[in-house]
């Protein structure tokens, strides 16, 4: 398999983790119907779930390590490490709130606010949980030291939408033990 062929690979992988954990969970968290997987950070035109390469590093040594050394000279020059974004956008409720009123440039109520505050760290939370979810399954898919978590971070609100984004580190290659 090319290393291209493993990014995307990666991306349906993280996308199923998503979907599993959806079906499974039982407190009602649902992902948005539209689910893509996308060559870049994807357009914030609706409500979406997106996993997408932020880009690749050639990189040594195991990917749960916070930063990267430099590649050997003998090292063969290959994307060794992708960081994978995993985005989801929501309606913003404080901007569903100001479209309730007329559209009036009136401040939205500091609850809306909360709330769209809560619903986008809760996305954070049943993501990562959806990746360790499939991580601990059986077989372990994700591997050991084959990702890890790089950052997290809210996106917006824009135009009525609001988000967050959960990068990860994910082999390309296996390691040499």
């Given at each position: ?15 199923d983790a998503l979907e599993a954990w959806e079906i499974a969970n039982t407190e009602g968290w649902l992902l948005p119907a539209r689910r893509v997987i996308s060559h870049g950070a994807p357009a914030w035109d609706c409500e979406l779930v997106a996993v997408w390469a932020e880009g690749t590093i050639g ?119």
């Amino acid at each position: 398999m090319q290393p291209g062929d493993r990014l995307f690979a990666w991306c349906q992988a993280v996308m199923d983790a998503l979907e599993a954990w959806e079906i499974a969970n039982t407190e009602g968290w649902l992902l948005p119907a539209r689910r893509v997987i996308s060559h870049g950070a994807p357009a914030w035109d609706c409500e979406l779930v997106a996993v997408w390469a932020e880009g690749t590093i050639g990189y040594e040594g195991d990917v749960s390590l916070p930063t990267s050394g430099p590649l050997s000279p003998s090292a063969p020059r290959s994307m060794r490490v992708a960081t994978l974004g995993v985005t989801i956008v929501r309606c913003d409720l404080s901007a569903a709130e100001l479209d309730l009123r007329g559209g009036e440039a009136e401040l939205p109520s500091a609850a809306s606010v909360t709330n769209t505050a809560q619903l986008t760290y809760q996305d954070q939370a049943h993501v990562m949980n959806a990746l360790l979810a499939k991580d601990q399954s059986a077989g372990r898919p994700f591997g050991v030291h084959q990702w890890s978590p790089n950052g997290w971070a809210p996106e917006g609100p824009d135009g009525g939408l609001a988000g967050s984004t959960l990068r990860i580190n994910v082999a390309l290659v296996i390691p040499v033990a």
